[in-house]
Nanobody, 118 residues
Framework: QVQLMESGGGLVHSGGSLRLSCAAS????????MGWYRQAPGKEREFVAR???????DYGDSVKGRFTISRDNAKNTVDLQMNGLKPEDTAVYYC????????????WGRGTQVTVSS
């Protein structure tokens, strides 16, 4: 099982930057995918970014060029550097993890609020 804990959310002005972090813990051999989703009020949960254990990073179209995901496989942490923030980035950001070895497992953090003021 995997437990995820996000940190780093807060309030920032439009055009500013924020860095989110997620730490995974628990009795799991490896976490194949770690990433981020977000959900704004009245909208569906949206894919933001993911990083595989093999070093492949992917981004949602709305954040490409502005956000950067990075992970440390040894520490089982993943960060999301968010630059050029816009008011439309305001959402609850959720850390996500998926394990593939020894059975599929999907895990979610509790979420952290990001608010971008105009």
């Amino acid at each position: 099982q995997v437990q995820l804990m996000e940190s780093g959310g807060g309030l920032v002005h439009s055009g500013g930057s924020l860095r989110l972090s997620c730490a995974a813990s628990g009795s799991v051999l490896s976490i194949d995918i770690m990433g981020w989703y977000r959900q704004a009020p009245g909208k569906e949960r949206e894919f933001v970014a993911r990083a595989t254990i093999g070093g492949t990073n992917d981004y949602g179209d709305s954040v490409k060029g502005r956000f950067t995901i990075s992970r440390d496989n040894a520490k089982n942490t993943v960060d999301l550097q968010m630059n050029g923030l816009k008011p439309e980035d305001t959402a609850v950001y959720y850390c996500h993890a998926k394990t593939l070895v020894g059975g599929i497992g999907i895990y979610w953090g509790r979420g952290t609020q990001v608010t971008v003021s105009s």
